[in-house]
């Protein structure tokens, strides 16, 4: 059941930041299992830069400690090279340009600081980098906020077309989020029932465990409204309500996407937390020093998309550190049936599509069905089951990951899973009104303990439309 390796022509990928967390955790281990499925084919490369003081035995040996031990592990390697390149200076690129050779596709992966992608995109184009099989990767957060994303778009714009820039959400590359699509637009059972008229409302979770770790200090001038919601949840709510594009490419798909956003009202009602100390973990302010932050690490908000499939449809959102499991999930719950015939006695049941997007990727359909036994009419909510690691059994190991499929689709030059200028715009413009809401009000974000499942003001707005979030469970 697992899908088959399509090759992709011979390619040069450049990885500014070579030797940052990113390039060492998500990046080159990608690579490395697209080069063990033989879809790196003779003559593909890969040369890291960065301002480290290395050689490319040294690098090659950071990236071996990086993937851990594996068979076949130095023909890899052997495909790797490494530059010390200044960013912001001019030290390292004539090297990092003898280092390169002439193919009709690279890819430029800047796994770098936002302040970066101008000054490297300059130094591209001026050292002879780019040409029309150019294609430039930059990674979240794109901008602050609405001026500075359009200051970064400019910049790029500058030294890059539009169709060679691709803006990289990983969420969009996970086999549940496309079959996301899959289900709804290749299905006849749910599109006609996908709008207001037979769904309540859709539940929207990304529920973390960890804290702030190593992001102190960018966390605390960022919080979750622009960590996670200006990107992860506005980019999986997209999916959820866009209208079916005329086809699958990226144009269609993406305008449909810029849609929604533009259709988005305001936020109904928003919740703001922020992590306490609990389960021996420490409190928020104390993880950043700083006793006197502000800074959400919890949101929750009511959201409609004020359009004829979705009006009076809420879309709740949710995101948190420091919870009480890890796990991302798009939940569709359908109304009730418009008359129970078994009586009060069978109780109240509804359908449900929960899309598990990690840790255990997959989709639950669930069903009502009759409880087994004699002695009357006993209703019973059972799923349809489509776990990936019990459907696909062994071979679920083989499912390429999210950072796998992005970094192929560059090299294929398929912008579909990838965020447009326009887009990423229209989504701070969203933001930036509802951060500038809570900003005003002045209100601090509500402590929650850590290990728990977000602050009791998240409770109290599913309260007040007689709902109940769902269980955050891994």
């Known amino acids: ?77 052997a495909r790797l090279d490494y530059v010390t390149v200044d960013a912001m200076g001019e030290t390292g690129w004539p090297e990092l340009r003898a280092a390169c050779g002439a193919p009709e596709v690279r890819a430029v992966y800047f796994s770098v600081a936002p302040t970066l992608f101008a ?46 820039i691709y803006r990289i959400d990983h969420y969009l590359g996970k086999e549940t989020v496309q079959n996301l699509m899959a289900v709804r637009f290749g299905n006849m059972l749910f599109e006609p029932l996908w709008n207001a008229q037979y769904v309540d409302h859709i539940q929207i979770t990304v529920a973390e465990q960890v804290g702030v770790a190593g992001r102190a ?36 798909v993406r305008d449909e996407k810029l849609k929604v956003i533009r259709a988005l009202e305001p ?6 937390g922020q992590y306490g100390a609990g389960q021996g973990q420490a409190a928020y302010v104390d993880d950043v020093g700083a006793p006197a932050s502000g800074t959400e690490t919890f949101v929750a908000l009511r959201a409609e998309v004020g359009n004829w499939r979705w009006v009076g449809t809420p879309f709740y959102l949710r995101t948190g550190k420091r919870l009480s499991a890890r796990s991302s999930e798009i939940a569709v719950v359908f109304k009730d049936t418009p008359h129970s015939i078994f009586g009060i006695d069978a109780g109240a049941h509804r359908n449900i599509l929960a899309i598990q997007l990690q840790p255990n990727e997959g989709m639950k359909l669930w069903m009502t069905i009759k409880e087994p036994g004699p002695g009357g009419m006993r209703l019973l909510d059972v799923p349809l089951d489509m776990t990936f690691a019990e459907t696909l059994g062994p071979d679920a190991d083989l ?26 715009e229209a989504a701070w413009a969203w933001t930036d009104a509802a951060i500038a809401g809570f900003e005003s009000a002045g209100e601090r974000p509500e402590v929650y303990p850590a290990g728990s499942d977000g602050p009791r003001g998240a409770e109290r707005m599913m309260a007040r439309d007689q709902r109940l979030w769902r269980e955050i469970a891994d």
């Not at 979240?140 to 890059?160: C, E, T, V, W």
């Not at 936020?267 to 703001?272: E, G, I």
């Open 119 to 164: 000054p490297l995109a300059e130094r591209v184009r001026a050292h002879g980098l780019a040409g029309s099989g150019t294609r430039v990767v930059v990674e979240k957060p794109f901008g602050h906020d609405l001026a500075s994303a359009r200051a970064l778009n400019a910049a790029l714009a500058a030294q890059f077309s539009e169709d060679q």
């Open 217 to 252: 200090e960018y966390y605390d001038h960022a919080g979750a409204m622009r960590d996670m919601v200006q990107n992860h949840l506005m980019q999986l709510l997209c999916l959820t309500a866009m209208e079916p594009p005329a086809r699958f490419e990226p144009g269609a």
């Open 1 to 77: 059941m697992v899908s088959r390796v399509i090759p992709v022509e011979p390619f040069e990928l450049i990885v500014f930041g070579a030797t940052g967390d990113l390039a060492r955790r998500k990046i080159l281990p990608a690579l490395w299992r697209r080069f063990r499925a033989g879809q790196m084919p003779e003559g593909a490369r890969v040369i890291g830069a960065a301002r480290t003081e290395l050689d490319t035995d040294g690098w090659r040996r950071m990236v071996a400690e990086a993937i851990g031990p594996a068979e076949g592990l130095d023909a890899f390697l």
């Open 399 to 424: 499912i390429a990951d999210a950072y796998e499929r992005l970094i192929m689709d560059v090299i294929r030059g398929n912008q579909t899973l990838f965020m447009r200028g326009d887009e990423v």
């Open 267 to 272: 936020p109904r009602w928003l919740v703001r």
